[in-house]
């Protein structure tokens, strides 16, 4: 096997998209499938109106907010100081005593 090819070894693109060209396929599926929800948006919230089940309802409704809210992503402290609890880290970060 020979060495690998180099950037600008001039043989031509190396492969792929340039940095930042969306992806075609991806955006026209985006734009159909944006479109099919919004011509069905009134059959969607009569169905919704529809169902008697509040926990049906809830479900859907949870279901829903990942797309309507970007998730949040967990916050750890992972180094505790040896003999300190996580409420004297608090209050050591806070500079307030959390406890009474």
Known sequence: MGKPREKNDGRGRLGGRKKGTPNKVSKEMKDLLAK????????????????????KKCQIMVSLIPYLAPRLASVEKKDISPGKSFEDELDEISGEKTRK
């Open 36 to 55: 099919f929800v919004d011509d069905r948006w009134d059959e969607f919230v009569a169905a919704y109106d529809m169902i008697t089940e509040p926990e």
